[in-house]
Nanobody, 119 residues
């Protein structure tokens, strides 16, 4: 059974920092590409950024320079370090693991972790 479990969310003041974690089980973690998405109720899910199995990272323009994604394959864990947080970063943050081999797509999602940026 595949599980992705996020943690580390909470309430933070504008300009503050948080680090989210996503722990995976039931998959060969090191072979998967990983992504962070975020969703606000009533809006479409927004891609935040991702990291390949080889460690290459890409980010949405809205978070570039403020957020950093990393992974620790020994711990089956992906991280999202969020700095200089803004109220518009408030959302449920969801991790995603994806792998495509020979045309077969494996795509898994966590339940999400709430991040609220407010004074």
């Amino acid at each position: 059974q595949v599980q992705l479990v996020e943690s580390g969310g909470g309430l933070v003041q504008p300009g503050g920092s948080l680090r989210l974690s996503c722990v995976a089980s039931g998959i060969d973690f090191r072979l998967f590409g990983l992504n962070w998405y975020r969703q606000v109720t009533g809006e479409e899910r927004e891609w935040v950024g991702g990291i390949t199995s080889g460690g290459h990272t890409v980010y949405a323009d809205s978070v570039k320079g403020r957020f950093t994604i990393s992974r620790d394959n020994a711990k089956n864990t992906m991280y999202l370090q969020m700095n200089s947080l803004k109220p518009e970063d408030t959302a449920v943050y969801v991790c995603n693991a994806v792998q495509r081999i020979s045309g077969l797509l494996s795509n898994y999602w966590g339940q999400g972790s709430q991040v609220t940026v407010s004074s």
